[in-house]
């Protein structure tokens, strides 16, 4: 059984920095593409980063380039995202998710999705 968790938002200045973390249960980080998608109040989704360990790809969202990385930990079965230059516009729920085929992560009817984290920057 495949769980994703995310974790680590918060209330943050802008220009301030927040690491996210997504702890995976029953999960081949080789085999996936495995990101964040965001989704602000009223807003459309959006996908903000993923990586393809297979395809060896990474995809950022253009309003997210030089300010937020992705990254894992294989050993950890985790996944981060470090976010810097924090803007107001950034304020959403974070969801880690994984497609075993699509790249980049579709918006919707991804084959895994987890519980978000509140991420809110103020001005």
């Known amino acids: 059984d495949v769980q994703l968790q995310a974790s680590g938002g918060g209330l943050v200045q802008t220009g301030g920095s927040l690491r996210l973390s997504c702890t995976s249960a029953?999960?081949?980080?080789?085999?996936?593409?495995i990101g964040w998608i965001r989704q602000a109040p009223g807003e459309e989704r959006e996908v903000v980063a993923c990586?393809?360990?297979?395809?060896?790809?990474?995809y950022y969202e253009n309003s997210v380039k030089g300010r937020f990385t992705i990254s894992s930990d294989n050993a950890k079965n985790t996944v981060y995202l470090q976010m810097d230059a924090l803007l107001p516009e950034d304020t959403a729920v974070y969801h880690c998710?994984?497609?075993?085929?699509?790249?980049?992560?579709?918006?919707?009817?991804?084959?895994?999705w987890g519980k978000g984290t509140q991420v809110t920057v103020s001005s």
């Open positions: 998710a994984a497609d075993e085929i699509a790249f980049p992560l579709p918006l919707y009817d991804q084959d895994y």
């Open positions: 029953g999960f081949n980080f080789d085999t996936m593409t």
């Open positions: 990586f393809s360990n297979k395809i060896g790809r990474t």
